[in-house]
């Protein structure tokens, strides 16, 4: 691995304000971001990276490689939950194994946006239609995981209401913004869009580091309650993800040969949601414990890509 990248990353401030965060916690600081600021922090990100990634399909012509990682990354998904689900299942309950399943088969959006700056720092570029491709990708791990409930877990069958689960994955709130901002995007028109660059640019790195301080504190916070489910749950954590965007990593070359795009596939393949799949989990498997999926994905999985696991997956590709 190129030490050069390894250490770029580890000194990007949207990373050192997370470790910040982290230590905050550890020192019993009175450090705090407002709710409110943080829930707004995160739907601006959203709407930042939909929006800009809109703007740039506007531009570009449909043609095969779109289309192609539009059903990749579909694949990438429903693939993911369905093989770790039977990892899972020998050692947790099925409703455990099911939401830890849909969680590392969707994605991160908050990865995906410190893996824009990474690429940005890198002089990478990505196209717009990953974003169209992350949005994608967040729905079909929740299906398939809702399946495989409904296949296994015989006594949580009357409690699931596949259509409901289904229609909430959909219209939450991540993926709302995420995917209503892509389409704004993509018919707004050009000049008018000018006028809210500053806006969708130029503050975008100061938002990050405030609400990668703020998950730093999160992380924290969850790792303590966490330990209880040991060396099991840790290894699926780390081994899962970094497996996951290292075969991603070299399978996207059938797919794309641009650099910025196969990180980007590589990444989400690796990342876990905490937002959208335990938001929909809550109505799938009520008896899961998101004391177990929340951690797994957010205190060890998501600090593990945006420190080791993108200069890892860049690597790789580069080899």
């Not at 965060?21 to 550890?26: H, L, P, R, S």
Request: net charge neutral; charged share 10%; no cysteine.
């Amino acid at each position: 691995m190129d030490f050069h990248i390894l250490l770029s990353n580890l000194t990007n401030p949207t990373l050192l304000f997370f470790i910040l965060g982290i230590i905050a916690v550890k020192l019993n600081s009175d450090l705090e971001i407002p709710p409110s600021s943080t829930k707004f922090i995160s739907l601006y990100l959203l709407f930042a990276i939909g929006f800009k990634g809109g703007q740039e399909l506007a531009h570009s012509e449909f043609n095969a490689e779109i289309a192609y990682s539009l059903v990749f990354g579909i694949l990438i998904a429903s693939l993911i939950p369905l093989y770790t689900f039977f990892i899972l299942k020998r050692k947790l309950t099925i409703a455990d194994a099911g939401a830890v399943a849909a969680a590392y088969g969707s994605v991160s959006a908050v990865t995906f946006v410190a893996a824009s700056s990474f690429l940005e720092i890198q002089q990478l570029k990505f196209g717009g239609h990953m974003v169209a491709v992350m949005a994608l990708m967040e729905s079909p791990a929740i299906i398939v995981g809702v399946i495989l409930l409904k296949l296994y877990d015989k006594e949580n069958e009357s409690e699931l209401n596949f259509s409901d689960v289904v229609k909430h994955s959909i219209t939450n709130g991540s993926v709302l913004m995420i995917i209503g901002s892509l389409i704004i995007g993509i018919i707004a028109d050009s000049k008018q869009a000018e006028g809210i660059k500053p806006f969708t640019t130029d503050i975008f790195k100061g938002f990050l580091s405030i609400f990668l301080l703020e998950m730093g504190m999160v992380t924290a916070k969850k790792f303590a309650s966490f330990k209880k489910y040991g060396w099991f749950a840790t290894s699926f954590a780390i081994i899962i993800p970094l497996l996951n965007g290292s075969l991603v990593a070299m399978a996207s070359s059938y797919v794309t040969h641009e650099v910025g795009n196969r990180l980007m596939f590589a990444v989400l393949a690796a990342s876990a949601s905490y937002i959208a799949v335990p938001a929909a989990m809550r109505l799938a498997a009520p008896k899961a414990n998101p004391g177990l999926y929340i951690p797994m994905a957010l205190a060890i999985t998501f600090p593990l890509n945006i420190t080791l696991g993108m200069p890892l997956y860049l690597y790789i590709i580069n080899l």
